[in-house]
């Protein structure tokens, strides 16, 4: 006959404390529907709108701040009209250019691009942290520097005949706030069609 000893008893009661009941699923996160344009898809819950100012600005979202962040995380839907707004290249550097480096090395470098398509849709990602190069509009001389700050971008082609696309999407505060919100902008480009 076999004998429990008190470590393998203490073992088998902890695994059976984090094992999840059997049937049972992941707790997925709260979302919203949400309309940009011509794309439809679904938002954390817990990302609250906000006026979009500015002429081409479609949306804006705060995003929830994580402990110990002072500084509210954005994410923000640019949008020029069917085929406007330049391309990916031009964009792509652009917001390389809102990053620099702490050790001065090239923010392309440090930057992870991906490419997706599916369903109509070609998205181009950025994922980029640094000191983020604040402007109050694209060309203005004035800059805050925010040092510490992750940006999430996404450029949104719409390749369906008749599509309004490309729309821009950017994610962008400290980098403790954009890591805990990064599983919903994730959940957020998956979800994405275009109508």
Known sequence: MFAYR????????????????????????????????????????????????GQFRLAQFAVPKTPGDTAQALFIVFHFGAGGGGGVEDNVKRWYGMMRQPDGSDSAKAAKRQLSQRDGLKITTVDLAGTYQERPFPASPQV??????????????????????????????????????????ESLLGSLKDR
């Open 144 to 185: 805050t520097e925010r040092p510490g700050y992750r940006m999430l971008a996404a450029i949104v082609e719409t390749t369906k005949e008749g599509g309004d696309g490309p729309y821009f999407l950017r994610l962008v505060g400290p980098a403790k706030s954009i890591e805990a919100a990064r599983p919903g902008w």
């Open 6 to 53: 008190p470590l393998t008893l203490l073992v088998l009661a902890a695994f059976a404390a984090v094992r999840p009941a059997s049937g049972a699923q992941e707790k997925k996160p709260a979302t919203k529907p949400v309309t940009l344009g011509s794309l439809t898809g679904q938002a954390p819950a817990n990302w609250e709108s906000q006026p979009a100012g």
